[in-house]
């Protein structure tokens, strides 16, 4: 493959002056962090926390660790970004700090785990919702095909249809991205009013029970202890939370980005801390913990229905079904279309497969690109919920956290802009979310070894791939 990275001075500050212009307000940036965040993990993940803490009180903390945690890794994107303000993401702060084997390995990363893996896992949860009307799409009516644990393959209704919604929106992303522009706008709106509509008719009319705080789940669906079983599932919290890096993405095209920067991502961030400590104080009211996971075969992973049922009745409850459903959709269709776009700016710089820069002359679209993402993200639906979400969250939590400890090497250089956000009781910040990444990590090898094993296997197979077919044919 005749590609050639790119020097590290080449992806830097040297690169400011693009034709891109600083267009983008605070209100802009905020609303981009916002419609990020909010995703597959607030629509599906409580259930699953209900049967492994066992605890209301809990539920709520993991979601407060988790938004505090992701907000220390904004602040230091921040100033990340402020400095390489034309860059793309963790791509140029892993090559700038460690070198170009790291640079390819963030792309690898998320062809896998970033997009990929997060396109089958919001469109297995857009299924579970619509199962709300025909059981048949419910993860739980899959078909087993072979394996078992971390390595189980299944496949019935939930794949099927996760598939086809995977497929309409890759095809559409094909035809170009002004069509996909205009149905985006569309669905981000509806997420956005869905939500805050389920809030409001919830607490206002809703019939829940607040004794459901106070309510310990009979039998936990985790065998591990809590303590151990709070910093594994802080993993799905993490994956619920991503996205809080969304605005350093456009930083060239953010005005005063050394002002704007880290206020919308700060409060991106807390906004949508606060929206989802909401929704889960609004699930908890709406049932007790014993129905959210009776068992461990049958966890209720479309937590927006049942609580909407149980709130409203089985009626409107499908009223808000079919919205939330709507609502996944659009995360799906954000993914689709950011994912090669990643690839595409990193294949231009040779830190990628160079078929993922090939445009297609009839609709200026990364074709390639987009096309074999949508064929993994399929093939990935074959794969449990609980298994995807933990594979993303070990799996990004390391480039996040070697992001951040960039940093601390970043900081050491002459020139090096510093924001007073990040220096406030400097290096606590940082070294706050690189403890805590490094600490759930060491629990997920403990606890879940097969699926760390996949983590582990993603990034390495990455460094491999990059030194004998993308490095060794550009020296020759």
């Not at 808000?320 to 959709?329: K, T």
Request: charged fraction near 10%; proline fraction near 4%; include cysteine.
């Amino acid at each position: 493959m005749n590609v050639r990275p790119t020097s590290a001075a080449r992806l830097g500050p040297a690169r400011s002056g693009s034709t891109l212009l600083r267009q983008l307000g605070l209100a802009s940036a905020t609303a981009l962090v916002v419609s990020n965040m909010v995703g597959t993990g607030i629509f599906a993940a409580t259930g699953y926390l209900a049967g492994q803490l066992g605890s209301a009180k809990l539920i709520l903390w993991i979601w407060v660790v988790g938004g505090i945690s992701a907000l220390a890794g904004a602040i230091c994107y921040s100033e990340l970004a402020v400095n390489f303000p034309s860059s793309g993401g963790e791509y140029v702060y892993l090559t700038e700090a460690f070198g170009p084997t790291w640079g390819f390995m963030t792309g690898w990363i998320s062809f896998f785990a970033g997009f990929s893996a997060p396109i089958a896992a919001a469109a297995l949860a857009f299924s579970n919702y619509v199962g709300y009307f025909d059981s048949r799409f419910q993860q739980s009516s899959a078909v087993h095909i072979f394996g078992s644990g971390a390595w189980e393959f299944s496949a019935g209704g939930a794949q099927l249809l996760a598939s086809a919604l995977i497929g309409v929106f890759t095809v559409l992303n094909c035809l170009g991205v002004r069509r996909t522009a205009q149905v985006q706008n569309a669905l981000t709106g509806a997420k956005v009013f869905i939500i805050l509509a389920f809030l409001v008719c919830g607490f206002a009319f809703g019939e829940g029970n607040w004794a459901n705080f106070t309510t310990p789940i009979s039998h936990r669906t985790s065998t591990i202890s809590v303590f151990s079983q709070f910093f594994v599932s802080l993993f799905y919290i993490y994956v619920s939370y991503s996205g809080w890096n969304a605005a350093t993405y456009v930083a060239e095209e953010i005005k005063h980005p050394s002002r704007t920067l880290p206020i919308s991502l700060a409060l991106g961030t807390t906004l949508v801390a606060v929206l989802f400590v909401a929704l889960n104080v609004l699930y908890i009211y709406a049932m007790p913990l014993d129905d959210m996971a009776p068992a461990p075969d049958k966890i209720v992973v479309a937590i927006g229905s049942a609580s909407a049922s149980r709130l409203f009745g089985p009626a409107i409850g499908g009223v808000f079904s079919a919205a939330m459903a709507l609502s996944l959709m659009a995360t799906v269709n954000a993914m689709v279309t950011i994912g090669p776009r990643v690839y595409y700016a990193m294949a231009r710089n040779g830190a990628f497969f160079a078929a993922a820069a090939k445009v297609d002359p009839r609709w200026h679209t990364p074709l390639i690109a987009i096309v074999c993402q949508g064929v993994c993200a399929i093939l990935m639906t074959l794969t449990p919920f609980i298994n995807l979400l933990m594979y993303i969250g070990i799996t990004l939590n390391f480039s996040a956290v070697m992001s951040v400890a960039s940093l601390l090497i970043f900081r050491r250089r002459a020139g090096w802009r510093k924001l007073k956000a990040v220096s406030f009781l400097y290096p606590l910040i940082p070294l706050f979310f690189i403890v805590v990444g490094v600490w759930i990590t060491v629990f997920a090898l403990k606890e879940k070894p097969l699926i760390s094993f996949l983590a582990v296997l993603t990034v390495s197979t990455g460094a491999l791939v990059y030194h004998w077919h993308i490095r060794r044919p550009a020296v020759e």
